[in-house]
């Protein structure tokens, strides 16, 4: 689902900023998820689940198994850093929490906020229209 929402499952694929392969990895962290070849789709795949467990373990304050993963896909798409830094700090200012997905998600880049439903939307699609329900 993730590699859907990336890139249509395209191992081609690159976008304006860099980011390439299935799961559109940048040059950088490909390199730090031991991925030599962007394109080559299992590797990259392969990649990209390292680089989401990474993100995963990130956030180990309680919270339900689905915002957990929600944080995680908003990091990948985004960029840990300001989910720490900018997201985290913007949904304790406003909702005096920041552990969860309604607190986060308003301040998040519209782009981010779109890519979090999507990835929902293609594992949907993929289980036969079952919720998620991790």
């Not at 929902?120 to 993929?126: A, P, S, T």
Request: some cysteine.
């Amino acid at each position: 689902a993730q590699g859907m929402t990336e890139s249509g499952l395209d191992p081609s694929a690159c976008s304006g900023v860099g980011a390439c392969g299935v799961m559109q990895l940048m040059p950088g962290t490909a390199l730090a998820m031991g991925l030599v070849d962007r394109f080559d789709a299992s590797e990259s795949i392969r990649a990209g689940i390292a680089y989401d467990r990474r993100l995963w373990d990130v956030f180990t304050d309680p919270r339900p198994e689905r915002d957990r993963l929600a944080f995680t896909f908003a990091s990948y798409n985004w960029g840990i850093g300001n989910v720490l830094r900018k997201a985290q700090p913007c949904a304790r200012a406003r909702f005096g929490a920041d552990r969860l997905w309604d607190h986060i998600e308003p301040c998040l880049p519209d782009e981010t906020r779109a890519y979090v439903p999507r990835i929902w939307r293609w594992q949907q699609r993929f289980s036969g229209n079952r919720p998620w329900s991790g």
